[in-house]
T-cell receptor, first 115, second 113 residues
Framework: DTGVSQDPRHKITKRGQNVTFRCDPISEHNRLYWYRQTLGQGPEFLTYFQNEAQLEKSRLLSDRFSAERPKGSFSTLEIQRTEQGDSAMYLC?????????????FGPGTRLTVL | DAKTTQPNSMESNEEEPVHLPCNHSTISGTDYIHWYRQLPSQGPEYVIHGLTSNVNNRMASLAIAEDRKSSTLILHRATLRDAAVYYCILANAGGTSYGKLTFGQGTILTVHP
């Protein structure tokens, strides 16, 4: 069990550029989540996948954001035309769906800075 | 989502027990009580969860009030490594959204040597 990994750990970009983040969940975990965390706040849910299906998206996920999980393994989160307000820590988590509830395992996050 | 209320911050001394409270007066019958913590510059880490009965694991204990409107996370002997933000979260076991975690502000725990 190598844990959830995220790449890159840090990304600095200029406003208007596109960025893509990758998340590799714990193998055999069928659920994958993306969260966003700004300074001093708790993480906010963005979206989640069960296998390759994207089952829920937050209102926070504007049209500039897109997430994929091809083949139900790794996931990517793309932000197009970045804005300064997108600067945040982007966290990925995975879980193996339990019968009534599940435990999420988080990666270290990708810190995005938009200049 | 049902809301939780936690103190903004708490302090403890090393090797002493810590009791972190959480109020959740609007909890529903299918809501599980989860605790996660986040160490500086890291992603959140699962600590413990429960439904009605008190729970123990290697990291902590969770004491749940009989009416389930409040709970307490207990760290039996705080260490410097326990300094973190602790989040109390309600996760509904029903419906299609029970995987989603709704984080609040959490409690910042400071541990003094």
């Amino acid at each position: 069990d190598t844990g959830v990994s995220q790449d890159p750990r840090h990304k600095i970009t200029k406003r208007g550029q596109n960025v893509t983040f990758r998340c590799d969940p714990i193998s055999e975990h069928n659920r994958l989540y993306w969260y966003r965390q700004t300074l001093g706040q708790g993480p906010e849910f963005l979206t989640y996948f069960q296998n390759e299906a994207q089952l829920e998206k937050s209102r926070l996920l504007s049209d500039r954001f897109s997430a994929e999980r091809p083949k139900g393994s790794f996931s990517t989160l793309e932000i197009q035309r970045t804005e300064q307000g997108d600067s945040a820590m982007y966290l990925c988590a995975s879980s193996s769906r339990g019968r009534l509830t599940d435990t999420q395992y988080f990666g270290p996050g990708t810190r995005l800075t938009v200049l | 989502d049902a809301k939780t209320t936690q103190p903004n911050s708490m302090e403890s001394n090393e090797e002493e027990p810590v009791h972190l409270p959480c109020n959740h007066s609007t909890i529903s019958g299918t809501d599980y009580i989860h605790w996660y913590r986040q160490l500086p510059s890291q992603g959140p880490e699962y600590v413990i969860h429960g439904l009605t009965s008190n729970v123990n694991n290697r990291m902590a204990s969770l004491a749940i009030a009989e009416d389930r409107k409040s709970s307490t996370l207990i760290l039996h002997r705080a260490t410097l490594r326990d300094a973190a933000v602790y989040y109390c979260i309600l996760a509904n076991a029903g419906g299609t959204s029970y995987g989603k975690l709704t984080f609040g502000q959490g409690t910042i725990l400071t541990v003094h040597p």
